[in-house]
């Protein structure tokens, strides 16, 4: 029996630092790999250009892996270079994006506006990030979602979760899309859990490891 975590999963995404960590190095190769197990799942991979006409190159070689590929353009360069005329003229090739590293509202309405309306994009908000800052995210991400109202094909993603109640504000703000890690996967199955067996098993968890570390007094 698949798990209310499998169920649940419906793309994939990865940026290049989650890549590095995972000691990937051919990244075409990743990627088709990748694509091989999603089947027909949303798939984003990111561009790791910096200059623009780079990345534009490198991003239509991306889209080119398959028609469930969204191309990740960072929402700026390093240089707070924005890429917004980037996103217009790749959106207006066909070219399915996902703008990925936004923080502020400001960033939402200037991706908004150069969004084809008829291209799908997803437009993904760092709230986890945002709430690190000790600013609430679930208004941000209302906001945000107002704002892609009238744009049927572009998708809100709440990036960065922190616990499983994030995949609830998600719903509350509005948004289409949150991203999810292997680590908050698991803690998924949780989701109406009996608080007091849940005590229990955390008793029962500290008693075990306590007698396998061989702690004595």
Not at 113 to 128: E, I, M, Q, R, T
Not at 199 to 206: G, N, Y
Request: aromatic content about 6%; overall charge negative.
């Amino acid at each position: 029996m698949k798990s209310v975590a499998e169920l649940r999963i419906q793309g994939f995404t990865t940026n290049p630092t989650l890549m590095r960590q995972a000691g990937v190095d051919d990244y075409a190769g990743f990627a088709k790999d990748m694509l091989a197990l999603v089947g027909d799942r949303p798939v984003s991979f990111e561009v790791f250009a910096d200059d623009f006409d780079d990345m534009q190159r490198q991003a239509m070689e991306i889209a080119s892996w398959g028609d469930n590929v969204f191309v990740k353009i960072p929402i700026t360069n390093t240089k707070g270079e924005a890429s917004a005329p980037l996103v217009e003229r790749l959106t207006g090739e066909g070219v399915s994006v996902n703008v990925t590293a936004i923080m502020t509202i400001d960033q939402v309405r200037d991706t908004a506006a150069v969004l084809d309306n008829g291209v799908p994009a997803v437009v993904s908000v760092f709230a986890g990030w945002i709430a690190d800052t000790g600013v609430d995210p679930v208004p941000v991400m209302a906001e945000c979602r107002d704002i892609l109202a009238d744009n049927p094909a572009a998708q809100l993603l709440w990036g960065s979760p922190r616990e499983v109640l994030n995949v609830y504000h998600a719903e509350e703000a509005g948004c289409d899309i949150i991203t999810v890690t292997h680590g908050l996967l698991a803690k998924l199955d949780a989701i109406g859990k009996d608080l007091g067996d849940f005590s229990l098993d955390t008793v029962k968890m500290f008693y075990n490891d306590g007698l396998a570390a061989g702690c004595r007094l």
